[in-house]
């Protein structure tokens, strides 16, 4: 059998194979870098980026939960400029797409990342409008498929690369946010972004993260995940990126079988720098002992019961 085909599109861009890295758990590839070898990725989501550098928000910010974490990083980033003068020079040495992901607290904030970013190698936008831990933050535009709607489509006006929209899962109903993204033009969704969550230190009475509420990853979210792109799969036409507790290859399966067609692994990476080659490398092994040609045979092959 010829090798199978790994590749899927968004947009106008082509990425080698469908495993990404979630945002905010790659860095900028660097460290991961001295591990695992970059040009393996279909693409690297780099860490959230705003307009101007943070600090972030004060520690404790992570915290360990049955099979997860809750975060409260809030946003530490060094900045758009300095990702662009820093980091893009070191990741266009790699076969791997490059995925920024931007926040915003207004959307002016995502306008103007968006043209600065615009002229630059950078091959796709992801927008996050779904950031839980920032006080000011996009939650508020992530949340009403109205919301949702006008901001991709003024950032889909002047976006000169493809742009996938970042959700959260915590609303109520993630299918009309789907299609508030579908008609405001994304050319992908990207789902799903931490659970708000938050821990308590019973001694004393207070919640284990300074921020009190945090966002829960790892493989505890992932049942949900799973759950929310096969819904959205069954409301919208443009592709899906499914992420949420993925740790190997059987768990990325799920993804694929519920209709996403690429996936991001996140915080696993944490206990495994190693994780996205991995799944790389054992999905395409999977396709072969498979007899499976194409990917995309997979995608939304789910056979719900009757
Ligand atoms: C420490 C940490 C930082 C994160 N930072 C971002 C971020 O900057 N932007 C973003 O869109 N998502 C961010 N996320 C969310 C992940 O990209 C991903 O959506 C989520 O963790 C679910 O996937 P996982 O269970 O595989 O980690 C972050 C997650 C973690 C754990």
Redesign the pocket.
Known sequence: MLKPNLSITIGDVTLNNPIIT????FGFGREYGEYIDLNQLGGI?V??LTLEPRLGNKTPR?AETPSG?L?S?G?ENPGVKAFIKNEIPFLTQYDSKIIA?I?GSTVDDYLKMVEILNDTLVDLF?I?L??PNVREGCLAFGSSKDGVYRVTKAIKEIAKKPIII?LTPNVTDITSIALGAQEGGADAISL???ITGMKIDIKTKKPVLHNNTG?L??PC?RPIAVRMVHQVYQTVDIPIIG????TNLEDALEFFIAGASAV?????HFMDPYVSEKVTIDLLKYLVDNNISDIKQLIGSLILHE
Request: proline residues 0%; charged residues 10%.
């Open positions: 979630a945002s905010g758990t989501a860490k959230g992570i974490i975060n990083v946003l992901n926040a992801e996050n779904s950031c970042k799903i972004n931490t966002g990853s790892g979210i992420m949420g507790g993925i991001m692994i996140g915080t696993y």
